[in-house]
Every structure is written in structure tokens, then in C-alpha cells.
């Protein structure tokens, strides 16, 4: 298994933005498809972003669309959520979650995950 680490949450203002980046361990980090979820306070872990393992094809929640954008770079290990036009709604705890030889949309019903990280808070003030 991967372990991974999340890093570039923040506090924002209504209409700003952040990056957010998943840091792997391991050798093998191209095997895996990757995704970013979110847990508001009083509220299920939700998808928000999935990306396959060579990144060809990205998966993204209707709340996110044309707003996120998700990457990866195999050469370093890491996944990254770019993140723009933040609104109050998008406050929430990120998770990044792998999943070996995954789909990306298997991964968006949180099926077949492997690993998650450890999450970094997002805020966004209005």
C-alpha cells in the first residue's frame, strides 16, 4: 500500500483559490488511480475528483466541474487538486485516496480504495 500525505489547505476568501497536493510513498504510485474526496462537519465523506493511472481521464463531481482541476506527476509521486473559485460550500476537510489498478469511477462510489491520507483542512470565508 501507498501512504499518503496531503499538504495546502487553508484559509480562503469567496472567489480565490489553492492547490492542494497528495505526496505517495512507494514505487508503484503509477499503479494506482487517484481521487480527492471531502467531509464537511455533520456530512458524509463525499467524491470530488478521480484520475486514472496514467491521467488520461478525470472524473469530477458536478459541484466541482470547470471549477477543479485534478493532476498527477508519476515522476513524483504525486497527485494535486487545483482549485479555483472557491465558494463558502467548498469548506470541508480533503482527503486523497488511492486505489490499485482503479477506476476512476469505481473510486468515485469509494470503491476499491486502498489508501487515504490523513486530510488538510479547506476553509473558505464569505
Known amino acids: 500500500q501507498v501512504q499518503l500525505v496531503e499538504s495546502g489547505g487553508g484559509l480562503v476568501q469567496a472567489g480565490g483559490s489553492l492547490r492542494l497536493s497528495c505526496a505517495a510513498s512507494?514505487?508503484?504510485?503509477?499503479?494506482?488511480?487517484m481521487g480527492w474526496f471531502r467531509q464537511a462537519p455533520g456530512k458524509e465523506r463525499e467524491f470530488v475528483a478521480t484520475?486514472?493511472?496514467?491521467?488520461?481521464?478525470?472524473y469530477y463531481a458536478d459541484s466541482v466541474k470547470g471549477r477543479f482541476t485534478i493532476s498527477r506527476d508519476n515522476a513524483k509521486n504525486t497527485v494535486y487538486l487545483q482549485m479555483n473559485s472557491l465558494k463558502p460550500e467548498d469548506t470541508a476537510v480533503y482527503y486523497c485516496?488511492?486505489?490499485?489498478?482503479?477506476?476512476?469511477?469505481?473510486?468515485?462510489?469509494?470503491?476499491?480504495?486502498?489508501?487515504w491520507g490523513q486530510g488538510t483542512q479547506v476553509t473558505v470565508s464569505s
Open positions: 485516496a488511492a486505489a490499485f489498478d482503479g477506476s476512476t469511477q469505481a473510486m468515485a462510489i469509494m470503491r476499491g480504495i486502498n489508501s
Open positions: 512507494g514505487r508503484t504510485f503509477s499503479r494506482y488511480a
Open positions: 484520475i486514472s493511472l496514467s491521467g488520461g481521464i478525470r
